[in-house]
């Protein structure tokens, strides 16, 4: 099975634009969560959707938001871009039931801010 | 809220020595743990995870971790590293069971030949 797949891989955007980050999960994977990695902050979990549903939600502001298809495949957007929204972006789809179940990761998008 | 310690930032070895990796958690009901391995410029991969049952658990490439609920550590080790070792070390607990992961700050694990 291809594993769980990130697009683009590395991406620089100026302050202030927008930005959306896509995954495509494991063939039959119907969760999917992103975390963003920073050298500070570490790894934070951001949301994860099942069937098209946000299911949990971290910490973050607004201006990050994220959905997801009939096909499972899911997309995180980043609105008013701030320089300390630079980090690994990354996404994780999982299979089975809380809390049996078993995330696989994607490489990451690289998001740069300038 | 769960959260996760890992003690040590950076720990250094010699190619073919036995190393721990520590963590604890916070205590909890439930608790799920995970140690997840990150390669240069790659995503994580895991390498073994306690949901119940034995203490000690196997994972991939020779580590293992063992479950101390009365110390509430998750430490991992593995009794003679590769080169190959060489990478940073995530230990993460489940928020209450759920799909979200509690990531401690890693430790990167150096080899030296």
């Known amino acids: 099975k291809a594993g769980v797949t990130q697009t683009p891989r590395y991406l620089i955007k100026t302050r202030g634009q927008q930005v959306t980050l896509s995954c495509s999960p494991i063939?039959?994977?119907?969760?999917v969560s992103w975390y963003q990695q920073t050298p500070g902050q570490g790894l934070q979990f951001l949301f994860e959707?099942?069937?098209?549903?946000?299911?949990n939600k971290g910490n973050f502001p607004g201006r990050f938001s994220g959905r997801q298809f009939s096909n499972s495949r899911s997309e995180m957007n980043v609105s008013t871009l701030e320089l300390g929204d630079s980090a690994l972006y990354l996404c994780?789809?999982?299979?089975?039931?809380?809390?049996?179940?078993?995330?696989?990761f994607g490489p990451g998008t690289r998001l740069t801010v300038t | 809220a769960q959260s996760v310690t890992q003690l040590d930032s950076q720990v250094p070895v010699f190619e073919e020595a036995p190393v721990e990796l520590r963590c604890n958690y916070s205590?909890?009901?439930?608790?799920?743990l995970f140690w997840y391995v990150q390669y240069p410029n790659q995503g994580l991969q895991l390498l073994l995870k306690?949901?119940?049952?034995?203490?000690l658990v196997k994972g991939i490439n020779g580590f293992e971790a063992e479950f101390n609920k009365s110390q509430t550590s998750f430490h991992l080790r593995k009794p003679s590293v590769h080169i190959s070792d060489t990478a940073e070390y995530f230990c993460?607990?489940?928020?209450?069971?759920?799909?979200?992961?509690?990531f401690g700050q890693g430790t990167r694990l150096t080899i030296n030949p």
């Open positions: 994780a789809s999982s299979v089975g039931t809380a809390p049996f179940y078993e995330q696989y």
């Open positions: 063939s039959g994977h119907r969760s």
């Open positions: 959707y099942f069937s098209e549903t946000q299911r």
């Open positions: 205590s909890s009901v439930s608790v799920y």
């Open positions: 306690y949901l119940s049952g034995s203490t």
């Open positions: 993460a607990v489940s928020d209450q069971g759920a799909q979200k992961l509690v």
